[in-house]
């Protein structure tokens, strides 16, 4: 099973970013899915999941900035994220199946500065 990310790179405070993580090899639409990110010296959170029914949370530092969204016909999981803030500023994770015994990608650089 491979996650493959794209999407991030450097964008100003007030900008906007669309990530994208593609899975290959596995029942995509079986599993929630997650956005977690990383920032330096911090530990990695969760930004945003999935569940397989539709059913979306948010952390309180995204609510209303950030919109996770899927499409199972192909295995992709999208993070919209607008009104990017410096504290966005990490690495972006896609994880399914959960934290703990799910698959995660790559990770993806976000840089919100100005």
């Known amino acids: 099973v491979q996650l493959a990310e794209s999407g991030g790179g450097s964008v100003q405070p007030g900008g906007s970013l669309r990530l994208s993580c593609t899975a290959s090899a596995l029942a995509f639409s079986t599993y929630a899915a997650n956005w977690y990110r990383q920032a330096p010296g911090k530990q990695r959170e969760l930004v945003a999941g999935l569940t397989r029914g539709g059913v979306t949370n948010y952390s309180d530092s995204v609510k209303g900035r950030f919109t996770i969204s899927r499409d199972n016909a192909k295995n992709t999981v999208y993070l919209q994220m607008n009104s990017l803030k410096p504290e966005d500023t990490a690495v972006y994770y896609c994880?399914?199946?959960?934290?703990?015994?799910?698959?995660w990608g790559q990770g993806t650089q976000v840089t919100v500065s100005s």
């Open positions: 994880n399914l199946g959960g934290y703990n015994n799910g698959y």
